[in-house]
């Protein structure tokens, strides 16, 4: 039972332009998400969170849109650079069900090309 | 500022042997969760520990245990090991087991892989 899914295997971005990434989630009681980027040989790195009671978040470069009744946020950088192309992970968690227990998507590949 | 830490980087092990993880939670962090990684899937959560006891599992077998020590590190044991148990394994720290709104901090992991 894949509870947060990320549908896009990989992207591919001009540099300069918008990146989109989506996650879908099944789990109601979700209240918290965050995504998360990952380098190869490297560990995840916290890029941005948003809690149920918003429905955006802004941190420089970086947005998460919320939209809870579709039960699906999106990740938005712009503009993208060389450095953004990575793995990005989205994960969700429930205060209810553990606050720190965090359910992960699979994962999307960004490249970005000059 | 020291991040979460975790040793081995790499590891060979064979089917039915046991092994052991570390993890060194960033500082000022009390609480650690380690998650499993597999190849071209999103880490799994598999425990958590804060003050010395697991407070959460995830869907693991009882052959994955733990250990938080006084000082917050905490190892990951691993026992009667199987092909399937070959992945990344991630530590993660954070303040407090209940703490909402507060992202996790991860190691480098641990890359596990049985012969």
């Known amino acids: 039972d894949q509870q947060v899914k990320q549908n896009s295997p990989s992207l591919s971005v001009q540099e300069g332009r918008i990146s989109i990434l989506n996650c879908d989630y099944t789990n109601s009681m979700f209240d918290y998400f965050l995504w998360y980027k990952k380098y190869p040989a490297e560990g995840p790195t916290f890029l941005i969170s948003?809690?149920?009671?918003?429905d955006k978040n802004e941190d420089g470069r970086f947005t998460v849109f919320l939209n809870k009744s579709a039960k699906h946020l999106s990740l938005h950088i712009v503009p993208s650079q060389p450095g953004d192309s990575a793995v990005y992970f989205c994960?969700?968690?429930?205060?209810?069900?553990?606050?720190?227990?965090?359910?992960f998507g699979q994962g999307t590949r960004l490249t970005i090309n000059p | 500022d020291a991040g979460v830490t975790q040793s081995p980087t790499h590891l060979i092990k064979t089917r039915g042997q046991q092994v052991t993880l570390r993890c060194s939670p960033k500082?000022?962090?009390?609480?650690v969760s380690w998650y499993q990684q597999a190849l071209g899937q999103g880490p799994q959560f598999i425990f958590q520990?804060?003050?010395?006891?697991?407070?959460q599992r995830g869907n693991f077998p009882d052959r994955f245990s733990g250990h938080q020590y006084p000082n917050y590190s905490s190892e990951l044991n691993v026992n009667a090991l199987l092909l399937g148990d070959s992945a990344l394994y991630l530590c993660?720290?954070?303040?407090?087991?209940?703490?909402?709104?507060?992202?996790?901090?991860f190691g480098d992991g641990t890359r596990l892989s049985i012969l």
């Open positions: 993660a720290s954070s303040l407090g087991p209940g703490s909402f709104n507060q992202p996790q901090h």
């Open positions: 520990y804060y003050e010395e006891e697991e407070r």
């Open positions: 500082s000022g962090h009390d609480t």
């Open positions: 948003i809690s149920s009671i918003k």
């Open positions: 994960a969700a968690s429930a205060r209810g069900q553990g606050a720190q227990k965090l359910v």
